[in-house]
T-cell receptor
């Protein structure tokens, strides 16, 4: 039973193409995230949604657009792919406690994107 | 500006001995710290956390120590096992950004049998 799943696991595409990565969690969490791990292994937050509302939007090019159709899904669409977009993209989810703090984040297995 | 740093990219330890992984941070507003473990081709998995009101938290073989004055935390694994071989990331967050973790660049631990 996969808690946080991502599709596809690998994605190889040409520069200029548009692609999407999908993420689903079955943990009942209300908050989901997208992270990018670049070639230097630096894991950096890109976006976060709480109850389908965007709450974190880091300095990310407009070509990246997250979409949360419901609390269990957070997809990432990337337009006009560039060489520098090559990275591993991780989806994660967590739950907001009554105190306002968030529980630890659960990560998906990652999507390795290669732009040629 | 990297607010969370793991200055040792790799560490090798003999099975049965103690592994000590270190993490330094610069933002004094951080009040919650976590350690994640990552195997190849998998996502990071949560290991242990500590709030800034504590200086130690223990869970089985894993203990995290926090030194607020030095802005330093460490993860101790005793005894180390070959299955502990992985990349370990520390992460930090603040009250005002409890949903946002800042991750270090990771330390690759290799436990030698």
């Amino acid at each position: 039973d996969t808690a946080v799943s991502q599709t596809p696991k690998y994605l190889v595409t040409q520069m200029g193409n548009d692609k999407s990565i999908k993420c689903e969690q079955n943990l009942g969490h209300d908050t989901m995230y997208w992270y990018k791990q670049d070639s230097k292994k630096f894991l950096k937050i890109m976006f976060s949604y709480n109850n389908k509302e965007l709450i974190i939007n880091e300095t990310v090019p407009n070509r990246f657009s997250p979409k949360s159709p419901d609390k269990a899904h957070l997809n990432l669409h990337i337009n006009s792919l560039e060489l520098g977009d090559s990275a591993v993209y991780f989806c994660a989810s967590s739950h907001k406690r009554a105190s306002g703090r968030y529980n630890e984040q659960f990560f998906g297995p990652g999507t390795r994107l290669t732009v040629l | 500006d990297q607010q969370v740093k793991q200055n040792s990219p790799s560490l090798s330890v003999q099975e049965g001995r103690i592994s000590i992984l270190n993490c330094d941070y610069t933002n004094s507003m951080f009040d919650y710290f976590l350690w994640y473990k990552k195997y190849p081709a998998e996502g990071p998995t949560f290991l242990i956390s500590i709030s800034s009101i504590k200086d130690k938290n223990e869970d089985g073989r894993f203990t995290v120590f926090l030194n607020k004055s030095a802005k330093h935390l460490s993860l101790h694994i005793v005894p180390s096992q070959p299955g502990d071989s992985a990349v370990y990331f520390c992460a930090a967050s603040t009250i005002s950004g409890t949903y946002k973790y800042i991750f270090g660049t990771g330390t690759r631990l290799k436990v030698l049998a």
